[in-house]
């Protein structure tokens, strides 16, 4: 019984580890694009993608677009954060 | 042989409301999308994406587009609701 | 051992058939960015997505794109569709 | 006891041979995005994409993170088909 609720939570582990792997490369990836965009060269054109609609929009729309989306990421990590812990704690229970 | 089958209830619940939340979500940044295409500042340029393939569209194309996929998903969503219900039902007889 | 035999190769067939459905979208995203490519507006500008690249491409490339994978589809296609009555008869065997 | 732990290494061999499969893909539409810039037809444009960004850049810019990346991946694949022969190497010891 123990083995597969251990099994369980290592399974929920990865795939929270996972998701925040995601959403750090996500966040690393707007990072690089908002160093392009506000660099020296002159202006690029820049478009949001929605769905399977490329809308394009002004390099002030895209940073703040970035910067929102920094701010909502970074809460996500750290919750996702959280909730390694969390398991891991319990992991840790079930195997004393 | 109960505890199987609710286990595989359990699953098929769980990918029908991860695709039901996934058509949600494309609704909405096709929402956002033409909340930009109408908005105040002048023309944006639009692309459609087909599989590897990039088409610039008309803002009109693009509206157009943009209700039809919004009907076709209400009644996608509408479909996955009601199968959400009927395999939550099946699971409480299981349980009673 | 028969009914593990016949759960894997249910699980078989249902992947071979996402595949070729997947395959079969493409197709239809690609004739139908064709009939717009084609169609009576004036010249639209398209772009063809590689990795994480996109890259300006003429209307005749783009068509000559589609016409080739339209056929590297349709082949796949039909492989897949081979592949998926070989493992309905196999699986109707071991009904038997 | 062995049957599942080869059931693993198979699992595994399976998940690591998709990624390296991956990573070639990647690095063939690279290498196909690379003939067409660098080909003979006048300027084309070009975007790269960041997350749900898509950021106009130069032809020497894409270039450069062609070659960059294609490090990179070649990398990569090398150190997934090393880890591909550990498990095969495991493998074949577990069935001796």
Avoid at 69 to 90: C, P, Q, S, V
Wanted: aromatic content about 6%.
């Amino acid at each position: 019984m123990e083995a597969v609720k251990a099994y369980e939570l290592q399974l929920e582990l990865q795939q929270v580890r996972e998701l925040r792997k995601t959403l750090e490369l996500k966040m690393k990836e707007l990072d690089y694009a908002e160093g392009i965009i506000t660099g020296a060269k002159s202006e690029r054109k820049i478009y949001r993608s929605f769905s399977d609609l490329l809308v394009e929009i002004t390099k002030e729309e895209a940073i703040e677009h970035i910067e929102r989306t920094r701010l909502a990421y970074k809460r996500e990590i750290e919750r996702l954060r959280g909730k390694e812990r969390e398991i891991m704690e319990k992991l840790s229970k079930l195997r004393v």
